[in-house]
């Protein structure tokens, strides 16, 4: 063998060995570099006569282009086992199962909610919904709360400095409790038709419920800071205690999906009834049986909360109710945290989707 194809062989063996395009490169220097074995066979070539020149050179292309070739299909391998490698780490299994788009559910309070709404709703109630800033005046003193009433206290409430312009001058606050919407209402409902209650023809019934997120300085494995209620007022010109308990006994009975579940209202005082009451509920079956569960408050609207209304108490009279759709929830669903529901963990509330 020539010097010329020992030099061709040598360069195929090199490039053979090279297990990455860095080494494969750097072999290639040994051979087409600059000072690599090629390029100094072609300057030795400057002491030799013309025809040994062109003899010698069209040798040393050839050995070149071997080299070259050599140099080509080595790197082609590399790239080509480097493809291999890449793919199948990115293989992809087109048998496996699509990732979907997660689908959301309703939230258990949502949900209860809604049950609330679609059976007043069967009973003939509006749904109606207010500011969750409210004023000192909806909140407490139309609802016949005078100021020194223990729920005003800092403790309980949170004020709100400026967020709005409340009418009164007194500090704007998050709302304690859904009974001013019974006031909000009441006022909406009684203007439209003042022009009929000034002729003398009366108005249609206030039926509504009104529920939505309430706010107090509380916190522990029953009360947060910010839970729900649903406020529920009735007012029309014949409207009796009696039918507050037709109504929320079939509202009871319905939610809970309980025939034999009965009713009590203990006496209780709320300064917007008279007279005012809780009604507490137990179930005859079922892992709360025969446990008395205190549910809603409850009343007579007060005459003086009905005149806030701009309704004459001597005409008209009505009741109203206020319940807390969490409680109803823990209670349905047999929850026993209420922080639960707020905390957003994903594996307590995909249970109610
Ligand atoms: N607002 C009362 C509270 O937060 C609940 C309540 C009691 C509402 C009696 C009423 C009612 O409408 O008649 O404690």
Redesign the pocket.
């Known amino acids: 063998m020539n010097e010329l194809d020992a030099l061709v062989q040598t360069a195929r063996t090199q490039f053979e060995l090279a297990d990455t395009p860095n080494d494969l490169e750097n072999a290639k220097a040994q051979f087409l570099g600059k000072s690599g074995r090629i390029t100094e066979l072609m300057k030795g070539m400057a002491a030799l006569s013309v025809d040994d020149k062109k003899a010698q050179g069209a040798l040393i292309n050839q050995a070149k282009q071997a080299i070259e070739a050599a140099l080509t299909a080595r790197r082609n391998a590399l790239a080509q086992a480097e493809l291999d490698i890449q793919l199948k780490a990115e293989a992809l299994d087109v048998t496996l199962p699509g990732r979907s788009a997660g689908q959301g559910g309703l939230h258990p309070v949502s949900l209860t909610i809604e049950r609330i709404e679609s059976i007043f709703g069967s009973m003939g109630f509006d749904v109606a919904d207010g500011p969750e800033i409210e004023s000192d005046w909806f909140n407490f003193t139309a609802l016949n709360t005078p100021a020194d009433h223990p729920a005003r206290s800092m403790h309980d409430t949170f004020y709100v400095e400026k967020v709005v312009e409340s009418e009164d001058g007194q500090p704007n606050l998050l709302r304690?409790?859904?009974?001013p919407m019974?006031i909000r209402h009441a006022v909406q409902h009684v203007k439209r038709h003042r022009a009929a209650l000034d002729a003398g023809q009366g108005m249609p019934e206030i039926r509504v419920i009104a529920p939505g997120r309430?706010y107090r300085v509380d916190s522990d494995a029953t009360h947060s800071p910010m839970f729900h209620?649903c406020?529920?007022?009735w007012i029309g010109e014949n409207v009796s205690f009696k039918d507050l308990r037709v109504v929320f006994t079939e509202f009871c009975k319905t939610y809970f999906e309980s025939k034999d579940l009965v009713l009590r209202f203990r006496p209780s005082f709320?300064p917007?009834?008279e007279p005012?009451a809780e009604v507490d509920i137990q179930f005859a079956t079922g892992p709360l049986a025969g446990k008395w569960l205190e549910v809603?408050?409850?009343?007579q609207t007060h005459p003086d909360v009905v005149r806030n209304m701009g309704l004459d108490p001597e005409h008209f009279i009505g009741?109203?109710?206020?319940m807390g759709p969490d409680r109803l929830a823990m209670l349905r669903y047999g929850v026993n945290d209420l922080r639960l529901f707020f905390d957003g963990d994903l594996r307590f509330l995909k249970q109610f989707e």
């Open positions: 304690t409790h859904t009974s019974q309430t209620q406020e529920g007022l709320f917007f009834t005012g809603a408050g409850c009343g009741f109203a109710f206020g």
